[in-house]
C-alpha cells in the first residue's frame, strides 16, 4: 500500500486544491501525481520498474532506509524530468543496465540520502545532457561503474561515498561534467575517477580515493580535471595516470602511499601541482614521458620514497617546471634524460637525497635559478654528450661531490657555492667542459676545483677556500682560468704559512697550475680594524663594544692557529642582545657580522633582519618551513631575529612560535658553522625565551647588554643627525635640548637613539615653519637651529 498526498497550485488562480488517496503500486500513485506532488511511501520492498517522467518528490514515509526498490529486472529507477527522491534504497541486478538511470535533456534529478546497493553495469547513470545533483548517497555496485556520467551530461555529488565499484568509481565521459565534494570513493577497481574524451571534466574538492585496484585519478583523450584539497592513497597502479593531452591540476592535495608512480604523464598530457604533497611512493613521485608532455610544480612537496627509483623522471622530450618545492629523504631526486627533455627549477630545495639530487643525461639540459642542495651523494651530475644546462645562484652543501661533468657534458653555472663536500666540490673529467664563473667552493675535504683529463673547463672569478686537499687541481693543462683566487697560493709576502700546506697528499697540485690557468691569492676583505673602529665611532655603549672586541680577539686568534696546524678553541658565536629599543642592536649585528667575514669565519657577512611574523605560519606544518627559508637566506651572515621572545609568548602552550624555535635550534645545530644566529629584545622577556627550550639557552655564547642612552648621548646623536643633514645646533638650543631629554620619561617605550632622531625631525619640521614666512631667508637662518624649534615650545613671531 502506498499512502499519496497531493498539493496542486493552480495556474489560473491563487486558491488551493488538495487531493489525497491510497494506492496499491507505486506505479498507480505516480501515475496520479501531478507536477509538483509529493509520494510518500510507507515502509516496505517495492519489486517496480518506476519511471519518473515529472516534477514529482519520492520520500519514505518513516524515515531513509524503510523503502527498498529491488525488481527482479531492468532498470529500477529512470528519471526523465526534474523529480527528487529522498532515502530510498535502490537494488538492481541487471548486468547491461544501470540501477539509476537520469537521462535527456530535461531531466533535473535530485537525490538526496539514498542508497544504491546493486549488481548492475552501473549504480547511477546520468546521460544524454541530464543533470542530477547527488547528497549524502551511499554507492555500491561490485559488478560495475560506480558513477558513469556521459553524452555532455552534468552532475553535482556531494557527501557521498562510491565503494566496493567493480570497475571505476566515478566516470566522465563523452563529454559531461561533475562537481564532487567531500566524497569518499574507495574500494574500485580500474580507477576511483575515470576522465575521458574531449569536454569532459570533473572538479573535486575535500574529497578522498583510497584503495583503489588501479589508478585513484585516470585521465586521457583530451579530458580535464581539478581537485582541491583531496586525498589519494592506498592505490596499486598509479596515484595519477594522464595520457593524450589529458590535464589535471591538483592544489592543496595529498598524494600518498603508493607501490607505483604518484603520477605517470604521457602522450602531451599535463599536470600541475600547487601546495600539494607526494610521499611514500614506491617507483616515482613524477614520471614524465614524451614530447610535448608537460608538468608543472608549485608550492609543493615531494619526499620519503620507499622506493629506489629517482623521485622525478623526465624523458622522451617531456618537460617540467619547479618553483618553490621541496624535494627530501629520496634515493635520487631528478633525472632528466634524452635529448629536447628539460627541467627548469627555481627557488627549491634538494636535501637528504641519498644518490644524485640532480642528474642530466642523453643530451637533456637542466635551467636551476637560487636552488639549495644539501645533504646529497652528488649535487649534480651530467652524464655525457649534450648534457648541460644552466645554474645560477645555487647553493650545494654537505655532499660527496658537489658538480661532476663527465663524458663531454657542458653546463654553465655562475654564482653558485658548494660548500662541505667530503670529496671534489666540483669534478670534471672525459672530456667534459663547463663553464664556471663567479662560483666558490669552501670548507670541503677534498679538492676545490679537480680537473683532469685535460678537459677545456673554462672558470672565471672563481675562488676556493678552505678545502683540505688544494683549491684548485689541474692534473694536465686544458682548463682556462680568469681572476680566480684560491687560499692555497700563499701571497710572496706572507708572514705565516699558506693556509692547507701541512695538508697535502703525496702528489700535491702545483701552487701556479699549469700554463693558462694562474690562480691568484684571495684578495684581502675589508680588514677587521676598519670595521671595529666603525663600531667605535658609534655613541655610547662602551660595555658593548669591550665584549664583541673580546669575541673577535678570540676568533681571530683562533683563526691563527689552525692557520699555524694548532688547535683552536670551539666558540659559540651565537648572541643575545638584550634592552630597549634603539639602542643600536641591530647596528651592532651588522658589523658582528661583516668583522666576522673578513676574518673568513663567514663567508658573506650579511644581515637577515626576521621577526615573529616572518618566522611562525598559520597552519601546522609552515611555520619549519618559514624558519627554514629565513635561516637559508642568512646562510653565511647573520640572522637576526628582533624581539625573539614574541616566538615563546607566556601563555602560548599551543602557539606555533615554539615550533619556531624548536626548528631553530636544530638548524643552529646542523648549521653551526654558516650562520651566526643573534636574538634580541628587552632583558626580562629574553629571559623566558631562553627557557622556551632546553637547547636555547646552550646554543647562545653569551649575552650582551645594550644600556639606554643618557641625555647626554642623546644630545650627542642629535648633533650628529645635524651635522649629516647640514644643520647647525646653536648653544642655546643644545642646552635645552640636553634638559629635554633629560626630562624625558623612560618607559618600556622610550625609544634612545630612534627618539633623538624622531625629536631631530620634529625640530626641522619647526624650523621650516617658522622659516617660512621669510622673504628671503639666509644660509644661516637656513641651517641655525633655535631653543623655539624644540617639541613642545611655541614658534616666535616671525616677520619681515
Known sequence: MVEHRVRVTQ????????????????????????????????????????????????????????????????????????????????????????????????????????????????????????????????????????????????????????????????????????????????????????????????????????????????????????????????????????????????????????????????????????????????????????????????????????????????????????????????????????????????????????????????????????????????????????????????????????????????????????????????????????????????????????????????????????????GFEFAEPGPVTEGCTSDDVAPAAAELPAPRTAQLTTAPAPLVAPAGAQIAPIPDCRPADEALAELDALIGLATVKQEVRTLIDLISVGRRRRQAGLKAPSLRRHLVFTGSPGTGKTTVARLYGEILASLGVLQQGHLVEVARVDLVGEHIGSTAIRTQAAFDKARGGVLFIDEAYALAPEDGARDFGREAIDTLVKLMEDHRDEVVVIVAGYTVEMERFLSANPGVSSRFSRTITFPDYSAAELLQIARTQCVEHEYVLSEPAAEALLVHFAAMERGPGFGNGRTARQVFETMVERHAMRLASFAEPSTEELQLLLPDDLPGRESARMGR
Open 11 to 470: 495556474d489560473s488562480a491563487s486558491r488551493w486544491r488538495r487531493r489525497a488517496g491510497e494506492y496499491e503500486t507505486l506505479r498507480e500513485a505516480l501515475a496520479a501525481a501531478e507536477p509538483g506532488d509529493t509520494v510518500t511511501i510507507r515502509p516496505g520492498v517495492f519489486r517496480e520498474n518506476l519511471l519518473l517522467d515529472k516534477a514529482v518528490t519520492l520520500q519514505p514515509a518513516e524515515g531513509p532506509g524503510s523503502v527498498r526498490l529491488d525488481p527482479p529486472s531492468g532498470v529500477p529507477l529512470t528519471v526523465t524530468a526534474a523529480a527528487v527522491v529522498r532515502g530510498l534504497v535502490i537494488e538492481g541486478s541487471e548486468s547491461s543496465a544501470p540501477a539509476v538511470l537520469v537521462t535527456g535533456p530535461g531531466a533535473a534529478a535530485e537525490l538526496s540520502g539514498c542508497r544504491v546497493e546493486t549488481r548492475s553495469a552501473v549504480g547511477v547513470e546520468i546521460a544524454e545532457q541530464a543533470t542530477a545533483t547527488l547528497r549524502g548517497c551511499e554507492i555500491s555496485n561490485p559488478a560495475g561503474l560506480g558513477i558513469r556520467l556521459r553524452a555532455r551530461a552534468a552532475a553535482v555529488i556531494e557527501d557521498c561515498e562510491v565503494l566496493d565499484s567493480g570497475q571505476a568509481g566515478l566516470a566522465v565521459l563523452g563529454g559531461a561534467t561533475a562537481r564532487v565534494e567531500r566524497t569518499r570513493l574507495h574500494h574500485a577497481s580500474g580507477a576511483g575517477v575515470l576522465l575521458v574524451d574531449p569536454g569532459s571534466s570533473a572538479e573535486l574538492t575535500g574529497c578522498e580515493i583510497y584503495e583503489i585496484r588501479g589508478s585513484g585519478v585516470q585521465a586521457e583523450a583530451q579530458a580535464r580535471g581539478r581537485l582541491s584539497d583531496c586525498d589519494i592513497s592506498r592505490v596499486t597502479g598509479n596515484g595519477l595516470t594522464l595520457d593524450t593531452e589529458a590535464e589535471l591540476v591538483l592544489i592543496g592535495c595529498r598524494v600518498h602511499d603508493l607501490p607505483e608512480n604518484a603520477a605517470d604523464l604521457r602522450g602531451r598530457s599535463r599536470l600541475t601541482l600547487e601546495h600539494s604533497t607526494v610521499r611514500e611512493f614506491g617507483r616515482g613521485a613524477l614520471s614524465v614521458w614524451d614530447n610535448g608532455t608537460l608538468a608543472e610544480a608549485l608550492s609543493s612537496e615531494i619526499h620519503s620514497s620507499t622506493g629506489d627509483y629517482p623521485a622525478v623522471w623526465v624523458s622522451d622530450g617531456a618537460r617540467l617546471t619547479l618553483t618553490d618545492c621541496s624535494l627530501h629523504d629520496l634515493p635520487d631526486a631528478l633525472f632528466v634524460l634524452d635529448r629536447e627533455s628539460s627541467a627548469t627549477a627555481k627557488d627549491c630545495s634538494f636535501s637528504r637525497i641519498r644518490s644524485s639530487a640532480v642528474s642530466v643525461s642523453g643530451g637533456a639540459s637542466v635551467a636551476l635559478a637560487d636552488c639549495r642542495i644539501q645533504e646529497a651523494g652528488t649535487g649534480l651530475w651530467f652524464r655525457d654528450h649534450g648534457s648541460g644546462g644552466r645554474l645560477t645562484g645555487c647553493e650545494i652543501s654537505e655532499v660527496a661531490t658537489g658538480v661532476i661533468v663527465t663524458k663531454g657534458a657542458d653546463p654553465e653555472l655562475r654564482e653558485c657555492t658548494v660548500r662541505g663536500s667530503t670529496e671534489a666540490a666540483v669534478y670534471v673529467s672525459a672530456q667534459g667542459k663547463g663553464t664556471f664563473e663567479d662560483c666558490r667552493v669552501s670548507g670541503g675535504k677534498g679538492f676545490g676545483f679537480h680537473i683532469i683529463d685535460g678537459c677545456r673547463t673554462e672558470l672565471t672569478r672563481c675562488r676556493a677556500e678552505q678545502n683540505g686537499r688544494a
